[in-house]
């Protein structure tokens, strides 16, 4: 790691707390059907997949969400809520040892399979949390799957990333908690942890 002039972060359970399950769940509820089926609609649709690799807009989302669940009279808001509910809290001294990277001379990123609706609300919380606006803030730039179209583990979001940031692999490190993630990133090169609850990133990166 003494080479390490790049750092890419996941988002979700490396900067910011998540409960995936707790969308589906909330949906559920709303809908009063068994959390089963609406596990089994979700996923055999792709929703995730639809959404996060930019097939569907916002607004096509929602529209998706009341077709697919056949509630056709719910608000923006409330299918916003229900996708949000498992984007949880964002430890503040994760956000302090952002920053203290970034003072040393590290250049940071950020590497998300996310949606636009989650990334709104990821900044809403940041600012309730730090008084930090936007993500944008933190990072040199954020590379978002559903705006480049790919999600990962597939090996070309990681080659976009290195080519678009002008990265040398052996000089970048990359946080993620989803292993699959990981392994395909050091396929390209590129140095790896492993991020696993209980542990933080703030441990993993102690040294730096």
Same mark, same amino acid.
């Given at each position: 790691? @003494?080479?390490?002039? %790049?750092? #890419?972060? *996941? ?5 910011? %707390?998540? *409960? /995936?399950?707790?969308? +589906?769940?909330?949906?559920? =509820? ?5 959390? %089963?089926? #609406?596990?089994?609609?979700?996923? &055999? ?24 669940? !056949?509630?056709?009279?719910? =608000?923006?808001?409330?299918?916003? !809520? $229900?996708?949000? =509910?498992?984007?949880?809290? #964002? ?21 998300? %399979? ?22 944008? =803030?933190?990072?040199? @730039? ?13 090996? *070309?979001?990681?080659?976009? /990333? ?17 292993? *699959?993630?990981?392994?395909? $990133? +050091? ?8 991020? &696993? ?12």
């Amino acid at each position: 790691m @003494k080479h390490i002039k %790049n750092i #890419i972060f *996941d988002l979700g359970d490396v900067i910011i %707390n998540i *409960d /995936v399950p707790l969308a +589906a769940q909330s949906f559920a =509820s709303l809908t009063q059907k068994p959390l %089963n089926e #609406i596990q089994g609609l979700i996923h &055999q649709n792709e929703v995730f997949k639809k959404f996060e690799t930019g097939q569907l807009s916002a607004v096509q989302f929602r529209d998706y969400i009341r077709e697919l669940l !056949q509630q056709h009279t719910w =608000s923006d808001e409330t299918i916003d !809520q $229900a996708w949000n =509910s498992l984007l949880l809290d #964002i430890p503040p001294q994760r956000i302090q040892k952002l920053q203290e990277l970034a003072q040393k001379g590290y250049r940071l990123f950020l590497l998300s %399979n996310t949606s636009s609706i989650h990334v709104e609300e990821v900044n809403r919380i940041l600012y309730r949390t730090v008084g930090i606006e936007k993500l944008d =803030s933190l990072f040199e @730039k954020l590379f978002l799957s559903y705006e480049m179209g790919i999600m990962k583990p597939t090996p *070309d979001i990681y080659e976009e /990333v290195l080519a678009q940031a002008r990265l040398a692999a052996h000089e970048t490190l990359f946080l993620d908690d989803n292993a *699959d993630n990981i392994k395909a $990133a +050091a396929t390209c090169g590129i140095q790896t942890i492993h991020v &696993q609850k209980p542990v933080s990133m703030i441990e993993y990166l102690r040294d730096f």
